[in-house]
């Protein structure tokens, strides 16, 4: 014991580790724009350098640091780049990785007050700013959460608990079985963690009442059924194919009505409730009762960054309790009350250290400006014979070719040619390119170079077809 002590005790207090990793890092960093996007195939087999036995007795500190980075960095995608454009990925904001890095060093559990002062301050901070910037009700709290999955859950779980509540039912106590029966409606095209959640929460998706919705995937209000006091209703900022936003101000105002409760899925859309431009697509978010962000998405917090928001405090800290004769309450804010997690990291750290570098209009900057890539990238590939599949109404388009086969093929060879990085879905029947704008550091040169790979690899594509 006293041989790991000894090693461990030199490499905290001498510090190199830190000084190596640091400057691995750097190299990283320095060569980012020159790396290709997604890993090539030498890379990827590389990867077989980590198939080893588990080691014996302790290992060098150093070399094991000079392996992950030999190895482990070329076979990373350069999503902090400006050229990758899949799964609605966020870049980093500098300011918020180095505050993590920081956080890291602190290595704070942040479930009580008393376990973390500071990471309970900077939460607290957090959920002024959050309710400022989004414009959401005074009485909204904040929860800090790994990402979206998780912020949904926490929402339904919320509204669940407060219909229940409401029709005299205790959940947390007596369960579901012999439970008045909750209504789940969303619209058709809501994302697969909503799901997750419902059926995570024992609501079951076969019970979901589907909404029709539009040619650009918002809910069609004139299809809204009657509501009540035991709907839940499920809405979106941000469809993720097509950017689109459901209609909040109409809707919301039925939902309220009825006394439903409403969650609004706006992972990487209900930041446009903070750009003044924009703003107009979150019209009636404010009638929602809660609410799911990613800070690693839209706002470039590093990974993992996601807020439930919910304007209901008790339904939220009822639905996600925890107790315990050694758990010791402060009297500012217990972080765990808010979420279903009690040890976390100090997500907070980062979060608070975006929004205090940008402020009002560095987040509005940032928002537009990723608009104004997507609407960029739009042109030029309109320009280039590409069908644009969607309004660009935010930061996502839907890219085609004249047939589906050409459009999976062009896609194959973008992702396999490095300069840049999209994603496949399927849009009203077509197989379609999603490309999302969700960095900082997407410049128009990037959007330019990018197009240009696309036109290269259909061309490529038409004439590997022509051959066969």
Not at 264 to 288: K, N, P, T, V
Request: net charge negative; charged share 20%; glycine share 10%.
């Amino acid at each position: 014991m006293a041989e790991l002590h000894d090693a461990l005790s030199r490499q905290m207090a001498e510090l190199a580790l830190f000084r190596q990793a640091q400057e691995h890092a750097f190299d990283y960093a320095r060569g980012l724009d020159r790396r290709e996007v997604f890993p090539g195939e030498a890379a990827l087999q590389a990867l077989a350098g980590f198939d080893e036995p588990l080691p014996g007795g302790i290992g060098d500190a150093s070399a094991l640091l000079r392996q992950l980075h030999r190895i482990g960095s070329p076979a990373s995608v350069a999503q902090i780049g400006g050229r990758y454009f899949g799964f609605v990925n966020g870049g980093v904001l500098p300011v918020a990785l180095a505050a993590r890095w920081l956080s890291d060093f602190w290595d704070q559990n942040t479930a009580l007050q008393v376990m973390s002062p500071i990471a309970a301050k900077l939460e607290s901070i957090c959920e002024g700013w959050l309710r400022e910037l989004l414009g959401l009700p005074e009485r909204t709290v904040a929860g800090l959460v790994s990402g979206s999955s998780l912020a949904i859950l926490c929402g339904l779980a919320a509204g669940r608990w407060r219909l229940l509540h409401n029709a005299g039912w205790d959940v947390n106590k007596r369960g579901l079985s012999g439970a008045p029966a909750i209504r789940v409606v969303a619209g058709r095209q809501a994302h697969a963690t909503v799901l997750k959640a419902i059926a995570l929460l024992g609501l079951g998706t076969d019970n979901i009442e589907w909404l029709a919705v539009d040619d650009q995937g918002r809910v069609r209000a004139d299809a809204l059924p009657e509501l009540d006091e035991r709907t839940l209703l499920v809405l979106q900022a941000g469809n993720v194919a097509s950017g689109a936003f459901d209609p909040f101000a109409e809707i919301g105002a039925r939902a309220r009505e009825a006394g439903s409760w409403v969650h609004i899925d706006g992972a990487f859309g209900l930041w446009a409730a903070g750009c003044r431009s924009l703003r107009h697509l979150c019209d009636g978010i404010e009638l929602g009762n809660s609410w799911s962000v990613d800070g690693h998405k839209t706002l470039n917090t590093p990974y993992d960054s996601g807020v439930v928001l919910c304007d209901d405090g008790e339904a939220l800290v009822a639905a996600l309790q925890a107790s315990g004769s050694y758990i010791a309450y402060g009297e500012q804010r217990d972080g765990m009350l808010y979420t279903p997690e009690m040890s976390r990291r100090a997500r907070a750290v980062e979060l608070w250290a975006a929004l205090k570098f940008l402020g009002r209009d560095g987040v509005d900057e940032l928002v537009l400006g990723l608009h104004r890539r997507a609407v960029q990238a739009a042109g030029e590939l309109r320009a280039a014979g590409f069908e644009i599949l969607n309004d660009v109404v935010f930061n996502q388009l839907l890219i085609a070719c004249e047939s589906d086969e050409l459009t999976q093929r062009t896609m194959q060879l973008v992702q396999q040619s490095g300069e840049c990085w999209a994603g496949g879905t399927q849009w009203l029947g077509r197989a379609a390119i999603r490309l999302s704008v969700c960095s900082w550091a997407t410049t128009s040169v990037d959007v330019s170079r990018s197009v240009r790979a696309f036109v290269a690899a259909r061309e490529q594509a038409h004439a590997h077809s022509h051959r066969s």
